[in-house]
């Protein structure tokens, strides 16, 4: 069964349409159109497919660092492992998942799974861990547990789960408990626009610029000349660049069909409105991803980091502590944008050192900098309201000594 589950999980990356039957469609296809769902969206928008890359990108590279067993708690896997020993969880979070992964890649795919559908999967086989992409994945309600089983299905060939055999990460949905809420639901409109105006432009510079064409005449046109007319206008091929000259008679007069232009249609600022909708409904400012508002961003990034990456990474460290029953932290000191900038982190360090909670080399380790060779550099210094007055033992500090 493992053997076999790992060689359909090389099919993971494959962007194979979904099979006949799956619930793919019904769950997770928008409601835009038929043929249009979010894994078209991220192929084919750029918006959607940076947006989603950076909160995927940001979000693997965050350490997870485990801690002891939470106590009092029979965790997931030791009803299926019970001589599985959580010690290797570090390797398995943090180097290699699996033989043919790395924690990047399995991460990426994962948040990428969340963020697209609102749902991602994850399998333990008892060494290593496996991404279940949710395109191949059907849940099935039970009636007494909300899950009774998951139907895998990578190819033709069914792969059934118990519930406790998947770790599930989905964002909660109030009105549906199987499944979750798609974060892009509230930009399904934009994106539908979008496409709109994409198509729009491609056909507009297909037919190199002109929407259409209309013959004027002052006089009544018999059959037959307007027989000839449409026959030379079929010659005038703007798509093929086979643009033959059209004679026209006597008072006839060509023109465009449409005054309009993508100028007089705001083009540019509509369609950019439209992707800054799609990107804040993915969680990423849009002024991360525009060069010209460099001022602002490293207010954006720490925001985004605080309201996107961290909640959303937080979803999947919570299941996995669930599962394994050990303590998962983010390790946020890896984050530089979390961090503070150089001055205020000194000014924070020469409070920390003044107050007598850290000494001045272990201030300078925090920066990075050499230790110091001076006297004193590795003693705390105390405040005087604490060290109190060698003169009056009463403030606190050293007692003299009396006879």
């Not at 890359?53 to 492992?81: H, R, W």
């Not at 609102?118 to 991404?131: I, K, P, T, V």
């Not at 720490?302 to 998962?328: H, N, S």
Request: aromatic share 8%.
């Amino acid at each position: 069964m493992l053997e076999k589950l790992k060689t359909l999980l090389n099919l993971h990356e494959k962007a194979m349409p979904p099979q006949e039957g799956s619930d793919y469609k019904s769950e997770h296809t928008t409601n835009v159109r038929d043929s249009f769902n979010l894994y078209n969206a991220y192929s084919l928008f750029e918006c959607v497919n940076r947006g989603v890359n950076m909160v995927a990108d940001c979000a693997s590279a965050i350490p997870i660092d485990v801690g002891d067993k939470l106590e009092g708690y029979v965790p997931v896997f030791k009803k299926l492992y019970p001589t599985y020993r959580a010690n290797n969880l570090h390797n398995l979070l943090n180097v290699a998942p699996n033989p043919d992964q790395d924690r990047s890649e399995l991460l990426n795919g994962l948040v990428i799974d969340l963020l697209l559908t609102g749902n991602a999967y994850l399998y333990f086989d008892g060494a290593s861990l496996w991404r279940l992409p949710v395109i191949y994945m059907k849940v099935k309600a039970g009636p007494i547990r909300l899950v009774e089983e998951y139907i895998y299905t990578p190819n033709s060939e069914e792969i059934r789960f118990k519930p406790d055999e998947v770790i599930r990460i989905k964002y909660g949905s109030a009105t549906n408990p199987y499944i979750g809420t798609l974060r892009l639901a509230a930009a399904l409109q934009s994106l539908s626009i979008i496409d709109k105006m994409n198509t729009y432009q491609r056909n507009y510079f297909k037919n190199s610029t002109v929407l259409g064409i209309v013959l004027h005449s002052k006089n009544l046109l018999g059959d037959r000349t307007k027989k000839r007319y449409a026959k030379e206008l079929e010659a005038f091929r703007p798509d093929t660049g086979a643009n033959k000259p059209i004679i026209l008679d006597g008072d006839v007069t060509l023109d465009n069909l449409s005054k309009q232009t993508n100028k007089d249609l705001d083009y540019d600022t509509s369609l950019r409105a439209r992707e800054y909708r799609v990107l804040q409904a993915i969680g990423v400012p849009p002024v991360l991803l525009d060069p010209g508002t460099a001022s602002a961003i490293n207010d954006n990034l720490k925001m985004f980091y605080q309201l996107t990456v961290l909640p959303l990474m937080d979803k999947i460290v919570f299941a996995l502590e669930r599962y394994f029953g050990i303590d998962l932290k983010l390790v946020l000191s890896e984050i530089p944008a979390m961090l503070p900038d150089d001055k205020s982190r000194a000014q924070s360090l020469q409070t920390l050192v003044n107050s007598g909670i850290l000494t001045r080399n272990e201030a300078r380790e925090e920066l990075r900098y050499e230790a110091s060779d001076e006297e004193f550099a590795d003693s705390l210094i105390l405040p005087v309201n604490i060290a109190g007055s060698a003169n009056d033992s009463s403030q606190g500090g050293r007692p003299t000594n009396e006879t």
